[in-house]
Nanobody, 125 residues
Framework: QVRLVESGGGLVQAGGSLRLTCAASGRTFSNYAMAWFRRAPGKDREFVAAITLNDGDTEYADSGKGRFTISKDIAKSTVYLEMNNLKAEDTAVYYC??????????????????WGQGTQVTVST
């Protein structure tokens, strides 16, 4: 049983930083891709960033390029999302997702098999 647990969300002022953590358990994840998606109130879920755990390839949505960094710790089966210079429009519930690495796009949510429960990020102005 794959389990993804997010943590690290909270309330931060605009311009501040947060680091989200996604701890995975239930199997060996070395051949997996993991990603962060978010859903803001009244909006559709959107891709934030993804990383492949074996070779560390990354992909980012334009909204986070230059501000967000996704990283991994394979030994801990953990993925991180470092978010800097946060803006009000980053306010959302952030979800961790995982899938076996394949040729399907990293930025499409429906290609992911496993999801966490989400962590709230609120950026105040």
């Amino acid at each position: 049983q794959v389990r993804l647990v997010e943590s690290g969300g909270g309330l931060v002022q605009a311009g501040g930083s947060l680091r989200l953590t996604c701890a995975a358990s239930g199997r060996t994840f070395s051949n997996y891709a993991m990603a962060w998606f978010r859903r803001a109130p009244g909006k559709d879920r959107e891709f934030v960033a993804a990383i492949t755990l074996n070779d560390g390839d990354t992909e980012y949505a334009d909204s986070g390029k230059g501000r967000f960094t996704i990283s991994k710790d394979i030994a801990k089966s953990t993925v991180y999302l470092e978010m800097n210079n946060l803006k009000a429009e980053d306010t959302a519930v952030y979800y961790c997702a995982a899938k076996i690495k394949n040729l399907r796009a990293l930025n499409i949510g429906r290609f992911y098999n496993y999801w966490g429960q989400g962590t709230q990020v609120t950026v105040s102005t």
